[in-house]
C-alpha cells in the first residue's frame, strides 16, 4: 500500500474537461467576448479562444494586461457566468469521451477530472458527461489558489488520485495544460478539439503524442502513454 492506503501500482489519468471531453471552448469564447464588449473592452475572438483553459485570472491578464485596473474582474467574471450559463443546459461531451474515461476505468486508472472550473458550472460539465461510474474524484478551481498555466491544480488531481506524478499522464487541449503537468512533473498527451493550438505549439510545449479528439485516443488506445501507464508495472516501493 502507498501512504495514502492506495495499493501498490495504483496509476491515474486526469483529464482537463473543457476542449478536452467537453465541446465548451468556442461555447467560453463568446462568453468572455461578451463579457468584455459589455464593460467597453474589444478584445478579439482569436484571442480569447487561445486564452481558454486558463483560470479567469491568468486569461485577463493575458487578454488585458497584469498592469490593468483588478478592481473590474469580479464583474466581469460574473458576466461570462451569466452568459455561459445559459448554455448549461445543452453542454455536449465531445464523440465518446464518456467512453475514453471508462476505457481508463476498466484498465484499473484512477480517472480524476482536473478542471479550471469552479461551483455549479464543474457540477453541470459533470452531469452532461454521464461517466461517474469511471470517475474517481474532480479537482477545480476552488480547491488551489493559482489555475492553470500554473501546477497547483495538477498537484492537487495527484493528491486526489494518491499517486505519484511518475504514475500519472494528464490529457488536455491547451498549451496551459501541458505546462501546468510538465510543471507537476506530469507527461502530458494532447487533443486538438479545443481549436486553439496547433499541433506543432502543443509538440513545441511538451506534449509527448497529440491526437485529433478523444475517440482518436481511444482508437489508439492501447499504443498510447495512457494505454502503456496502465498496462506498465509499478516500480516497488521502497520501504525501510
Known sequence: MTEDGAPDGTAAVLFDVDGTLMDTVHLHTVAWWEA???????????RIQRAIGMGADHLLDALLGEDRD?????ALKAAHDAVYGQYWSRLTPLDRAADLLRACADRGLRVVLASSAS????????????????????TTADDVEASKPEPDL?????????VPPERAVFVGDAVWDVKAALKAGVACVAVLTGGGFSTQELRDAG???????????????AD?????????????SRRS
Do not use: N, W
Open 154 to 162: 495538477v498537484h492537487r488531481a495527484l493528491e486526489k488520485a494518491g
Open 224 to 236: 498510447s502513454a495512457v494505454g502503456k501507464l496502465a498496462a506498465a508495472p509499478a516500480t516497488p
Open 119 to 138: 461551483g455549479p458550472e464543474a457540477d453541470v460539465m459533470r452531469q452532461a458527461l454521464d461517466a461517474d461510474d469511471a470517475i474517481h474524484a474532480m
Open 207 to 221: 506534449a509527448r503524442e497529440i491526437y485529433d479528439a478523444p475517440c482518436d485516443l481511444l482508437d489508439h488506445f
Open 36 to 46: 468584455l464588449r459589455q464593460h467597453d473592452k474589444a478584445v478579439a475572438m482569436t
Open 70 to 74: 483588478h478592481d473590474g474582474d469580479s
